[in-house]
């Protein structure tokens, strides 16, 4: 049966990420804080990290902000809005692109060196800025249209909620930049982008490249949802 197929495949892969976090929380909780005796000499690559990472965290966050736009909605072509994303989903791909295993060599760059603790504290205050509004520009009619009923017959909101809002590992869509939703669905159907789970790559095999243009189309124009 699909459902239960989808149902198996998912916890299988939540246990796989909650695992992860357990361990991310039992290092952190282990690891004495900066400074005091018994921590370990940094390794030469998180050492090339350390100037940064001993700024405030403020300062450390305007930097991610100047890309991804300080009121959580971003302005910068191919570079994510991130305000309102659950926090568990920002920690999982932070921890992706920490290990050079997903995105652009600019925001590895940046990952790399993180703590488990930055991870943590980078997904926290990006899940606590408003998420992105709709665009000004109205969708058009035929591509919203021809988007919503290939997202209904994909079951997408079964995973990211019925207003693609997002919850645990699974981002929110709705509102996020159109460029950047196609290009992450071409990349996982091409299976160039890594997931921290197989979901994605295979939601997305035997759709052609218009429909991913019309998905993210109509997940790039939703209208404010208050239900979650
Ligand atoms: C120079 C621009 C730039 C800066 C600075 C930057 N990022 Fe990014 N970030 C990007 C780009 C581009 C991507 C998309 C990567 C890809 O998949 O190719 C990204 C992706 C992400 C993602 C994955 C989001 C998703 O929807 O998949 C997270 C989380 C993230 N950045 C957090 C941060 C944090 C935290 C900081 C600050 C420590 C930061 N970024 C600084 C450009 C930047
Ligand atoms: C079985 C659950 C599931 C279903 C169904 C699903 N997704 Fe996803 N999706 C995920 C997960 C989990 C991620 C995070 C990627 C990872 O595994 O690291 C994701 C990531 C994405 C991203 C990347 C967004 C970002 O900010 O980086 C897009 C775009 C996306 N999904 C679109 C869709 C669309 C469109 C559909 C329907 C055709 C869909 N998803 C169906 C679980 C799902």
């Known amino acids: 049966m699909p459902g239960a197929a989808v149902r198996a495949r998912r916890s299988g892969r939540t246990a796989r990420i ?21 921590t370990p000499a940094p390794k030469p690559a998180a050492a090339a990290a350390a100037a940064p990472a001993a700024a405030p965290f403020e300062q450390r966050f305007s930097v991610c902000l100047a890309c991804h736009g300080a009121s959580g909605q971003s302005q910068t072509p191919l570079t994510p809005s991130l305000g309102g994303q659950p926090a568990f989903f920002a920690m999982t791909q932070l921890f992706l692109l920490r290990d ?34 709709p665009p000004a520009e109205p969708p058009e009619a035929r ?14 909101g079964v995973c990211h909620n019925p207003d693609y809002s997002g919850r645990e590992q699974m981002p929110r869509l709705a509102n996020q930049r159109e460029d950047y939703l196609l290009e992450a669905m071409r990349e996982f159907a091409s299976g160039r982008r890594l997931g921290y789970g197989a979901a994605m ?27 979650y």
Do not use: W, Y
């Open 100 to 133: 050079g295993r997903r995105g652009k060599p600019v925001m590895i760059e940046q990952a790399r060196g993180m703590s488990n603790d930055d991870l943590r504290a980078f997904a926290e205050a990006l899940s606590r800025l408003p998420p992105p509004p």
């Open 201 to 227: 790559t295979q939601e997305l095999s035997g759709l052609s490249d218009t429909d991913l243009a019309d998905l993210a189309h109509f997940l790039a124009h939703q209208p404010v949802s208050r239900s």
């Open 18 to 38: 909650a695992g992860f976090a357990l361990a991310a929380c039992a290092a952190a909780a282990a690891r004495p804080a900066a400074g005091q005796p018994g």
């Open 143 to 156: 591509r919203f249209e021809r988007g919503r009923a290939l997202a209904a017959q994909h079951r997408c």
